[in-house]
């Protein structure tokens, strides 16, 4: 009498992990899972032009909790020294998000956004065109790119 009881209680265990391995597959928690991917980051060349440099980051499989790190890494500056740095070094991220429509809210922040960046137009421009494109070429899921400074939308990056 124990035996069948026994019998049943694990076939019951062992579809129940089975069933929950099959749901999992279509879960956040798939769509989280880290791996190593090689992302395009874009910076200025000595040509004036944006060229994409490789890095293999661990990212994960879900765009927007990859966009972030994607941009953090873009804010640390080229590692091929021909190549200019798009931002000030003290610009970090305070927040990047997807919307469900494709737009990417990138949240910056640093002491020289805040007070206001002196440079050029060009600088700014290469700034936004290198954001912009770095997000375009790695997620196909982003359609616009809105960049705040300190949580409000700026009129310029440079003040």
Sequence with gaps: MRRPLLVATCLLLLSMAGCKGKSEKGTAAAGNQVAARVARLYFESPAMLLVAEPRNLQLPQNAAGAIPIVVRELLKGPVNPALTR???EDTFVRGAF???DG???????GATLTRGWATGSHE??????SM????????VEVKRVRILVNGVVAETLAG
């Design 132 to 139: 912009i494109q770095t997000l375009a070429a790695n997620f």
């Design 124 to 129: 700014e421009l290469m700034a936004v065109y």
């Design 103 to 109: 737009t990417v809210f990138v949240d910056l922040g």
């Design 98 to 100: 997807l919307l469900p």
């Design 86 to 88: 798009a931002y000030p």
